[in-house]
């Protein structure tokens, strides 16, 4: 039946043959369109969503370099029959958000209708981005459906989760490449104490070696703070005199800073 039919009496010719001769007749027919009102529209919006997303299931985990197959369950919850559903992955760029690469030009899925209480599954084959990360992931899946043929378009949003094994996030030191960065970088480039053996209560000296890690942007106007860890709210190690801050008018290689006493 066309969607743009509308309700009426309508007249379909039919064709009759026999030996010898032809002949077109009619017959009528009454088309009924759904009769739901915007008011059980209403009623059915305060029941909350339609579909349940990945309902009993088990997080799909893929590994980096495979291809992730896998399959997301939706079940109309309601008594309605979903007509004309849709269902949209959303697709995103950014590799710390979405870990598949985008190879297909559309991820759509959809369902000519969806019954009452009935599961209906979208299926994907994914390749997994190399610079991806371990980690979970939610996809985010937007669904458009029609509650009868004339109806208007309902939308819903929900979100299923995948797990990748990839490369591990690196640490801001190690990821740290100096001819890439625009601005100095300072480091603990090594540290040691005089003596090398400290006993509770003893003076020490502690030299920090501090470097600019960048090959080409100098530091300058530097304030270094030092700041003991705390054991039960009292600090472990103390400055001997003086203030435990440091001026550095400019710092272009390595520099050693001495401060600390042990409690």
Same mark, same amino acid.
């Given at each position: ?80 029959? #979903?007509? =004309?559903? !849709? ?11 979405? /870990?598949? +690469? @985008?190879?297909? $030009? ?71 490449? #100096?001819? =890439?960065? !625009? ?11 005089? /003596?090398? +053996? @400290?006993?509770? $209560? ?62």
């Amino acid at each position: 039946m066309r969607r743009d039919a509308k309700q009426g009496y309508y007249s379909i010719p039919i064709y009759l043959e026999w030996d010898g001769g032809n002949d077109i007749d009619y017959i009528n027919i009454w088309i009924s369109t759904d009769t739901s009102s915007d008011t059980d529209d209403e009623e059915d919006k305060k029941e909350g969503n339609y579909f349940v997303i990945g309902e009993n299931q088990s997080t799909p985990r893929g590994v980096y370099p495979n291809v992730l197959d896998y399959t997301v369950n939706f079940r109309n919850r309601r008594s309605t029959t #979903a007509q =004309d559903v !849709t269902v949209r992955m959303e697709l995103s760029e950014d590799d710390t958000k979405f /870990p598949f +690469e @985008i190879n297909d $030009g559309n991820y759509d899925r959809t369902f000519a209708r969806v019954q009452a209480d009935e599961t209906v599954s979208a299926s994907y084959s994914m390749a997994i981005r190399k610079d991806s990360y371990t980690g979970y992931y939610p996809i985010k899946y937007t669904i458009t459906f029609r509650l009868s043929s004339e109806g208007d378009l309902h939308t819903e949003e929900g979100t299923f989760y995948v797990h990748i094994v990839s490369k591990d996030k690196e640490d801001d030191l190690r990821d740290f490449d #100096a001819n =890439d960065r !625009t601005k100095a970088r300072l480091i603990v480039d090594s540290y040691y104490t005089v /003596p090398d +053996e @400290i006993y509770a $209560g003893d003076e020490f000296e502690l030299v920090l070696n501090m470097k600019n890690a960048s090959t080409s942007v100098p530091a300058s106007n530097i304030l270094f703070n030092l700041e003991s860890e705390k054991v039960s709210d009292s600090a472990v190690f103390t400055t001997e005199t003086g203030s435990s801050s440091l001026v550095v008018n400019s710092l272009a290689q390595a520099r050693a800073l001495r401060y600390g006493r042990s409690l």
